[in-house]
C-alpha cells in the first residue's frame, strides 16, 4: 500500500524539499512505488480534486473513518471512482477497506456532482476537467481576472509562420481578437497573430503544446508577449554590430534576439550575440535552450559570468552596438503559470483546504504549507522548468531599493561600452523604483552625459512598440531628488517608457521595458537629433486637468502647470493611451 501514503508524504513534503513535483518524485530512490505511478496519481488527482473534495465532505467520510487524512481520502476516492483498476491495494488492506465501505455514498455523492457542473455524462464531466474548466470558473469567480493566453514565439530560426500554420497549427481557425483566444477551452483550435510583434501568436490558456514535436525541437517557444517587447524595441540591424544579452538565462530573449539577428543579416558580416549569465545552474538551462532554438551558431554564453565584470574596453567587445539588459527583479509583474496545479483537499470539519502545486525549481519556499482561513496552500512545481523570474516575497521597500541599486548599476554599466548605441532595459515588474525610477536615474547619470547617451522617444520607436498605448508614468515622490529634468522632459521620457499590465485583456504580464540611444554628436548617426524627445513629448495631446485629479508637481519644477501619473484603471477594457490624463 506504500502508494497512497508515499504520495500522501510527497504531497505533505515535511522534509521541505527543494524541486519541482517531478524531480522531487524522480530523484527519490528511496521510494518503494514506480515514480511514474506516483506523478500520475497525483497530477489525475489535483485535476478531480474540486469536484472530489465536495464528494467526500457530503459524504461526512472523513468524520466516520479516522484512519484517512484529508490527503489519502482524496487519493483513494480518485481511484476508487475513476482509475480504470480501482484502488491499487489487495482486497483486506485497512486503507482499501476503509474506502470501499463508502462507495456506494461516494458513487451517488460523484454522480450528483456531475450534474451541479451541468455535465449529462461522465465522459463530459472529464473533459470538462481535462480542459481545466472547473478550476478555471472557480478561481476567476475569486479573482474576476483576465484569462493569460499561451503566448507563442515562432522561431524563424528555424521555421516560419507560414510553415507553424500549416503543420503545427493545421486546421486551427484564426481569430480576430486575443480576447476570442482569451476565453476559449483548451480544446477550441484557434489562433490570434499579434499585431505588436512578428512572429508571435496567441492560443487559449490550457492549450497543452508541451509535448508538439515542434516545442521539443525548438520550432515553437513558449514566450510571453511582453517578454518579447525588448529585443524587438532594441531593432538590431547588421551596422549595430554585436550584441550583448547581459542577464540571460533562462534565455527567451536570447534565442529571441538571435532569430532577429539571424533575420536581419543574411549577406553582412556576422553578428554575434554575447550571453552572461551569472548562475551557473541557470546558465546550464540557458545552454540547453539556446541549443534547442539552433541559435547556438548566433549566441556565444558565458556561463557564470558577471557581467559588470564585463571590460566594456576589451577587444572582444570592441564591435558591440547594442546591449539588453533584463536584470532581476521583484517578479511582481509575473502572472500565475497555467503550468500548475491546485489540489483542493476536502476539509475534516466543514469548508475545504486547497493544495497549489506551483512549477518553481528553486525556492524551498514554494514547498512550503501555509494554513489561513480553512485553506491550505503548498507551492510546488510540476515540471523541472526555471521561470524568467521568479516573485520576490517580502520587506518590499528594502528589497526595491536593493534590486533598483543593483538594476542602475548594471544599466550604467552598459552605458560604458564605446560603440554601443543601443540598450534597452527592461523588468518584470510593476514598481516605479525599478522602472522609470532606474531609467531617470541612468539618464542623468555622469556616464549617460559623457557618452551622450539618451531615452528612445515614442515616435522613434519600432512600428509595433509606436503603437503600443501603455506608457510610462511619473511617481513623483519615489523619484531621486537629484533628477533634475524639467517638466516636458519628464513627460517624454514616461511616454518613450513602454508598460504592459497583467490581468488585463491584453493577456500580458507586468511588464516593463525603455530602449536608449546615443546621440549623433557623440560619433554616431542615427539620425534622431536631440529634440526629438521633447518633441515627441508635446506632439501628445494635453487633456488637462479634471476635477479631483490630483495635481503632480515635479520636485524640480515647482512651477509646472501639467501633469502625468500612473493611469487609474479604467474598468476592463483598456490601458491608458499615454501618461496624461
Ligand atoms: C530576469 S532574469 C533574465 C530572463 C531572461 N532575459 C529571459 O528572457 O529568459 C535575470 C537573470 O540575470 C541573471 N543575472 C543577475 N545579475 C547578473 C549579472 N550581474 N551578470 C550576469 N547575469 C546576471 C540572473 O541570474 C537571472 O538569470
Known sequence: MSLYYEAAAVLANPDSAGGSLKSRIYRNKDLKTSSAQLFALISEASKWSLILKDVIERCGLLAEEKKLTPTLALLLTHDLLLAKCGVAAHANHVLKLAILRHKARLSAEFTKARIRHGHATLDALRQAVEEGELEEVDELSKKKAHRHPRWVRVNTLQTSMSEQLATTFAGYEKASNVQEVQWASASVKKYFEDPHIPNLLALPPKVDLSKSEAYANGAIIFQDKASCFPAYLLDVRPDDGDVIDGCAAPGNKTTHLAAIVAERNMHAKRQKVFAYERDQIRAATLQKLVKRASADSVVTIKPGADFLAANPDSEEFADVGAILLDPSCSGSGIVGRDDSIMMHLPDQAM??????????????????????????????????????????????????????????????????????????????????????????????????????????????????????????????????????????????????????????????????????????????????????????????????FSDGDEIIKAPMQQQASTAFKRPRKKGRRGCTATVDE
Open 351 to 544: 469548508g475545504a483546504s486547497v493544495v497549489t502545486c506551483k512549477r518553481d525549481k528553486k525556492r524551498k519556499r514554494d514547498h512550503t504549507m501555509t494554513q489561513s482561513n480553512n485553506s491550505t496552500t503548498l507551492h510546488m512545481g510540476l515540471d523541472d522548468v526555471i521561470p524568467e523570474e521568479t516573485p520576490v516575497e517580502g520587506q518590499l521597500a528594502e528589497r526595491l531599493t536593493a534590486l533598483s541599486t543593483f538594476q542602475l548599476r548594471i544599466l550604467t554599466h552598459a552605458m560604458r561600452f564605446p560603440k554601443a548605441r543601443k540598450i534597452t532595459y527592461s523588468t518584470c515588474s510593476v514598481h516605479f523604483e525599478e522602472n522609470e525610477g532606474v531609467v531617470f536615474q541612468a539618464l542623468v547619470s555622469e556616464i549617460a552625459s559623457v557618452r551622450g547617451w539618451r531615452i528612445l522617444p515614442r515616435n522613434l520607436q519600432v512600428q509595433g512598440m509606436k503603437d503600443w498605448t501603455q506608457r510610462g508614468f511619473l511617481e513623483p515622490e519615489k523619484l531621486d531628488p537629484r533628477v533634475d529634468l524639467d517638466h516636458l522632459q519628464k513627460k517624454a521620457v514616461c511616454n518613450a517608457c513602454i508598460r504592459c499590465e497583467k490581468g488585463t485583456e491584453e493577456g500580458t504580464m507586468g511588464f516593463f521595458v525603455a530602449a536608449f540611444i546615443r546621440n549623433a554628436e557623440f560619433g554616431f548617426d542615427s539620425n534622431i537629433s536631440s529634440n526629438d524627445a521633447v518633441e515627441d513629448a508635446e506632439e501628445d495631446e494635453w487633456q488637462g
